[in-house]
């Protein structure tokens, strides 16, 4: 319950002042971001495991992994890009794929969530603000998407 109550205080300043909570220090926060849908996602660290939280200031909607702690439900994933490049984290849920990404190349840039049926994108949210904040954590302690070959299916902005 502590951590809903954390996560709901984290909607609420997020909507309030996203640029004052990125520069409080806290190290178990990795991504905080408004989307166009008028919900947000944060992604914190709980036990060195990223926990994804998906929702508004009055509800958190969904949290994975679903079991507390399931790092075999979290992966990562980085791609180089021709002037730029990307880092994401897939939360798995079932046959469905939350991405929390933030990406850019030549041309294009996009921070955001994209939920997968399988293998096709069903959603894509941008940011309206926020998205991966200074950390030294990069998902040292996950399952690769390019030992998985899933890289070539998540890891572009699409």
Same mark, same amino acid.
Request: glycine share 12%.
């Given at each position: *319950? =502590?951590?809903? $109550? *954390?996560?709901?205080?984290?909607?609420?300043? +997020?909507?309030?002042?996203?640029?004052?909570?990125?520069?409080?220090?806290?190290?178990?926060?990795?991504?905080?971001?408004?989307?166009?849908?008028?919900? #947000?996602?944060?992604?914190?660290?709980?036990?060195?495991?990223? &926990? %994804? %939280?998906?929702? $508004?200031?009055?509800?958190?909607? *969904? &949290?994975?992994?679903?079991?507390? #702690?399931?790092? &075999?439900?979290?992966?990562? #994933?980085? +791609? !180089?890009?021709?002037?730029?490049?990307?880092?994401?984290?897939? @939360?798995?849920?079932?046959?469905?794929? %939350?991405?929390?990404? $933030?990406? *850019?190349?030549?041309?294009?840039? @996009?921070?955001?969530?994209?939920?997968?049926?399988?293998? =096709?994108?069903? +959603? =894509?949210?941008?940011?309206?603000?926020? #998205?991966?904040?200074?950390?030294?954590?990069?998902?040292?302690?996950?399952? =690769?998407?390019?030992? &998985?070959?899933?890289?070539?299916?998540?890891?572009? !902005?699409?």
């Amino acid at each position: *319950m =502590k951590h809903i $109550s *954390m996560i709901m205080i984290l909607l609420a300043a +997020m909507s309030v002042a996203t640029h004052a909570q990125a520069e409080i220090p806290d190290p178990d926060l990795v991504f905080n971001c408004d989307l166009t849908n008028d919900k #947000g996602v944060v992604i914190r660290l709980n036990n060195n495991v990223p &926990t %994804y %939280y998906y929702g $508004s200031i009055e509800q958190v909607e *969904m &949290t994975l992994p679903r079991i507390e #702690g399931d790092k &075999t439900q979290v992966r990562v #994933g980085e +791609m !180089a890009f021709a002037g730029g490049g990307a880092l994401y984290y897939r @939360f798995i849920n079932g046959n469905f794929s %939350y991405v929390v990404y $933030s990406g *850019m190349g030549r041309g294009w840039e @996009f921070t955001g969530l994209k939920v997968y049926q399988g293998k =096709k994108r069903i +959603m =894509k949210r941008e940011c309206t603000n926020g #998205g991966f904040l200074n950390t030294n954590y990069r998902g040292e302690n996950l399952v =690769k998407e390019s030992d &998985t070959g899933d890289d070539d299916t998540y890891g572009y !902005a699409d």
